[in-house]
């Protein structure tokens, strides 16, 4: 075997390389986001409590360049794995049912928000909330960060890395764990209302799976592809004035 494929089937199937990969876009997201955090507040000022649109803005700006960052950061740590990875995105049938598997978690995700619209009379929660007025604010975060540089940076993270990693133990582990995970990141602990939190908890976790179901049977090309087209909705959707 030439030495190019065996770094390709290495870095293809190894444990320990997952969990670099997990690891870097895990804990790099939170460094990042606090370095450009204070960076940001440097440059555009500490809002008032009760300036909203500076509050925004300050936000808009904060959450880009840690995407921005972040993608930078996991393209390096991604170099050895760039062969393998282009190639999912090869067989245009599985990005093509990916894009399937996106509009279902739409349609299911969107079907259970009606339903505890409806039986517990709540809405979104504050993830959500905040990225509507983000995206209503500055489109050019969410067509960029939100629609397409977030998704690859999650799938990456939390399928090509724990996903991989905890299959080599169990496929059920690697559903659960991956999808309990992508929920927690989008979950707000220091809500003021978190009945909203949990009962919007659900939604993030059916994502999960139904993202975890794409990378598992289709590969990362129909799992991007999916994630990709259920953030690229919502933002068009704001835009377009669909979403209050």
């Not at 199937?13 to 870097?24: A, G, M």
């Not at 517990?120 to 067509?143: C, E, H, M, S, T």
Request: charged share 15%.
């Amino acid at each position: 075997m030439s030495e190019s494929k065996k770094s390709n089937e290495f870095f293809k199937d190894s444990s320990v390389y997952r969990f670099i990969v997990f690891l870097v876009g895990f804990l790099a997201f939170f460094i990042i986001s606090f370095i450009v955090s204070l960076v940001v507040s440097v440059i555009l000022g500490q809002p008032a409590d009760d300036d909203l649109p500076a509050k925004v803005k300050l936000l808009a700006y904060s959450n880009a360049f840690t995407y921005y960052a972040l993608f930078i950061v996991l393209l390096i740590v991604l170099i050895p794995a760039f062969g393998y990875l282009i190639k999912c995105f090869a067989k245009i049938k599985n990005v093509l049912i990916g894009l399937g598997i996106g509009a279902l978690i739409i349609g299911v995700t969107l079907l259970y928000s009606l339903i505890i619209e409806k039986a517990f009379g709540v809405g979104d929660n504050n993830n959500q909330i905040i990225a509507v007025r983000l995206i209503k604010d500055y489109p050019w975060v969410g067509l960029t960060a939100i629609s397409f540089i977030g998704p690859f940076t999650e799938e990456i993270t939390y399928r090509f890395g724990l996903f991989d990693l905890c299959k080599r133990k169990n496929v059920i582990l690697a559903y659960i764990v991956s999808s309990l995970v992508f929920g927690l990141i989008h979950f707000d602990f220091t809500s003021s209302t978190m009945n909203i939190e949990l009962l919007n908890l659900p939604s993030y976790i059916i994502c999960g799976l139904g993202l975890a179901f794409a990378y598992d049977k289709f590969g990362f090309g129909a799992s991007f592809s999916a994630h990709m087209i259920n953030n690229l909705y919502s933002t068009i959707m704001i835009l377009l004035g669909s979403y209050k």
